[in-house]
């Protein structure tokens, strides 16, 4: 499962990429406006931090408008995936920016047959929002089941299925357990995917045990791994 971080906060990408462990990031336009940055600015820095997939949203609604700005937004970076709302415009411009060579990031998808059209139109991704889903009392992860079910059926359907709008580690671990191709998330939800009290606990006492030893696995070296 890739890793995407759901951001334009450009130092936690930069933190949080240096573990190797992030496959590409989700922008749109509320991150962007709360980074206070400028959107082509950000996502262009982004673009040198990560090697994956950037996803950058259009804001048009009208298909000619939304073709416009994928294509300048396509320029920025040989990462960027334009990202294009779920609607008939959005979907028609996802078909020519895909067949440009463009990759798409197909958001605000609430429903299968929504991710079926996404599939059909040749999106490199659907982005399921399973948090807003739940928030409404119905069930996101029943959504990422039903898409992941579908596309199946289906080999010549490339669409990966990007699960967004990811609210805790359950999410995660739920999408995983579906064979969801990507998770999107906030890195504060990352972070908690390293934690467990017992793993701090029991890194508390190996240490503590260490230390009597009076031991060092580097010795001498210790100075001459610090200079490299
Ligand atoms: O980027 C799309 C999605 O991940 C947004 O999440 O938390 O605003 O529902 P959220």
Redesign the pocket.
């Known amino acids: 499962m890739k890793f995407f971080l759901?951001t334009a906060d450009i130092a936690e990408i930069r933190d949080l990429a240096a573990t190797g462990l992030v496959d590409g990031v989700?922008t749109?336009p509320?991150?962007v406006a709360k980074s206070g940055r400028n959107f082509i600015e950000v996502v262009r820095e982004i673009c040198t931090v990560v090697a994956g997939p950037v996803s950058a949203e259009t804001t048009a609604t009208d298909h000619a408008t939304m073709l416009a700005e994928g294509r300048k937004l396509a320029k920025i970076a040989r990462n960027i995936a334009v990202k294009v709302p779920l609607t008939p415009d959005g979907l028609k411009t996802c078909k020519v920016l895909r067949a440009e060579g463009t990759m798409v990031n197909v958001?605000l998808c609430f429903s299968a047959p929504q991710a079926l059209l996404a599939a059909k139109a040749g999106a490199s991704f659907i982005?399921p929002?399973v948090?807003?889903l739940d928030d409404i009392g119905e069930s996101g992860m029943v959504l990422v089941r039903d898409i992941v079910e579908i596309y199946r059926q289906y080999p010549n359907f490339k669409t990966e299925v990007l699960v967004?709008?990811?609210?805790h580690p359950m999410h995660v671990l739920e999408a995983a357990k579906l064979g969801a191709h990507v998770g999107?998330m906030p890195p504060a939800i990352m972070r908690q995917l390293f934690s467990h009290p017992l793993t701090d606990k029991g890194l508390a006492a190996f240490l503590a045990d260490w230390k009597k030893t009076g031991q060092s696995i580097l010795g001498d070296d210790k100075s001459a791994a610090a200079a490299e």
Do not use: K, M, V
Request: proline fraction near 0%.
């Open positions: 759901d989700t749109n509320s991150l958001t982005s929002f948090g807003r967004a709008s990811i609210r999107t």
